[in-house]
């Protein structure tokens, strides 16, 4: 396939303005699934289950069974709906949405459509500069997940080239909250960014309601991203594309770049855009033709006829508006003046997605400074080059409790990396990776003078340095203890003992 021309990226919005628009699905971490009591494997209990082992009659449409709405799927979207900004329905009601679904057997996915839960809301999106942007929310509702093919076969593990297709039912009926933005103007140069901290606002919007993990490479939550291009003075609004399933923050934010610069190359030169969804390609930074993109009138919506209309109580919604967690932009700014941090150290932590792991690790006892460089270096670096996410790698619990045996002396920050690294490993607590290492830095002054008066044998020349002034000719001892002690010596303390010999 040809690659596509891609316009400069000012270029593109000096002559257009770009409009954009969102569908984040948020997989709801309940016990069991939307309409059936099987476990739902979205939930951090049943993610690694075997191929359709977590299925009933219901999930896999079979004759006579009917489908049971989750109420505590529902709570949860109420509880969304409201950290949203929404009004909640009063009445909603569930419809069936017909499509040719190979992944879902009844052939038809159960969602709501002209009566959502949710609707008219309002997100406050904070950007890497602090400012503020107002993300306007059309609805959120609530629908079943479709299930999930594998194709094997073939180099690309697509469809094309495959010599079959398995399907794994697992998935099918996980309950599904779907976010829709209303169009977003104003975004000119920021879209590409806007993009990524709106995914990012709703992605901490439900890790701190607690509803969903959120772990966008598990596809907990995932990110349909409209963008149409206008000319610069025109009010009618263009021809959109819908990239699909777009599965991190940064691919987000890439392919809204992307499809502004791909869509811009194409007007310019006098063609037309195609509404049609489009595939993301992480590897290669681009979007391909996906299908057509279908209206509302395509899906031939009904009522779903096996289903009550959803009537929650005003004290219900009531009693689920008073447990709202705090706004993901305002609580950011109460952490960042409680911790003291400036602009540059705050960003790094939220851009490095970690801020959660830095408020745990500061809870269970860490410094503010401590838990900041943990999260943000070592451990970072590590999940950097194995492609991990940090949070997987270690607990704030465990980061805390390393911390403190450096605070209080058992070990330096090189041996706290090396206890870090067993830790990562598996290798059991800071403390017992500190024993079965013997990791300890050693504190016994005479096992150090020793050290260093072997050091200082081999160097005579060293006292006599120190007394004529020139401290600085200790560094060589230090350094020739540390090795000899394998690092577990405190360096100030070999420091001190070094000025006593010399007198100094």
Not at 157 to 175: F, H, K, T
Not at 223 to 231: E, G, T
Request: proline fraction near 6%; charge should be negative.
């Amino acid at each position: 396939m040809a690659a596509d021309a891609l316009m400069d990226f000012d270029r593109a919005l000096e002559m257009f303005e770009p409009v954009l628009g969102f569908e984040v699905h948020v997989e709801l971490n309940t016990n069991t699934k939307m309409f059936s009591a099987a476990p739902n494997p979205a939930h951090r209990d049943h993610h690694d289950a075997a191929p359709n082992t977590l299925v009933a009659p219901v999930d896999m449409g079979l004759p006579g069974s009917l489908p049971v709405v989750n109420g505590e799927a529902i709570r949860s979207s109420i509880s969304l709906g409201l950290a949203l900004g929404c009004e909640i329905a009063p009445s909603s009601r569930f419809a069936r949405k017909n499509y040719f679904y190979p992944d879902l057997g009844k052939n038809y996915q159960i969602s709501q459509y002209d009566e959502p839960i949710a609707f008219e809301g309002r997100v406050e999106v904070e950007l890497s500069d602090g400012t503020i942007v107002d993300v306007p929310i059309e609805r959120a509702h609530m629908e079943e997940d479709a299930g999930k093919l594998t194709h094997v076969g073939g180099s690309t593990g697509r469809i094309q080239g495959a010599e079959y297709s398995l399907v794994d039912y697992n998935r099918a009926g996980v309950p599904l909250v779907e976010i829709v933005t209303k169009p977003i103007f104003g975004a000119e140069h920021r879209a590409p960014e806007i993009a990524k901290y709106y995914v990012q606002t709703i992605r901490d919007i439900v890790r701190a309601l607690g509803i969903s993990e959120a772990r966008m490479e598990r596809g907990n939550l995932r990110c349909d991203a409209n963008v149409s291009l206008r000319p610069r003075g025109q009010e009618k609004l263009g021809t959109r594309t819908e990239t699909k399933n777009v599965n991190s923050m940064r691919s987000v934010e890439r392919a809204v770049r992307y499809e502004i610069q791909r869509q811009a190359a194409i007007l310019a030169a006098g063609g037309a855009i195609v509404q049609e969804t489009r595939h993301w390609h992480e590897d290669t930074g681009t979007t391909s033709p996906g299908r057509p993109k279908s209206d509302a009138d395509d899906y031939r919506y009904f009522p779903e006829p096996d289903l009550l209309p959803v009537e929650p109580s005003l004290a219900l919604i009531d009693e689920l508006r008073a447990t709202l967690p705090e706004a993901p932009s305002a609580h950011r700014r109460r952490l960042k003046a409680e911790w003291g941090f400036g602009d540059i150290d705050f960003q790094g932590i939220v851009n490095g997605g970690v801020l959660g792991e830095v408020e745990a690790t500061i809870a269970e006892g860490a410094s503010p400074a401590a838990a900041r460089k943990w999260w943000t270096g070592e451990i970072a670096r590590i999940a950097n080059a194995t492609d991990r996410d940090p949070a997987d790698l270690v607990s704030p619990g465990d980061v805390a409790a390393l911390q403190a045996l450096v605070d209080e002396g058992t070990l330096t920050d090189k041996l706290a990396r090396q206890v870090l690294e067993g830790m990562i490993a598996g290798e059991g607590s800071p403390q017992e990776i500190v024993d079965a290492r013997g990791l300890a830095v050693v504190s016994d002054d005479s096992a150090l003078i020793a050290a260093i008066d072997q050091a200082l044998a081999a160097q005579p020349d060293v006292l006599e340095k120190i007394r004529d002034g020139k401290v600085q000719a200790a560094g060589a001892i230090i350094g020739a203890v540390m090795k000899a002690m394998r690092g577990q010596a405190d360096a100030a303390r070999v420091r001190e003992l070094i000025l006593e010999r010399a007198g100094s």
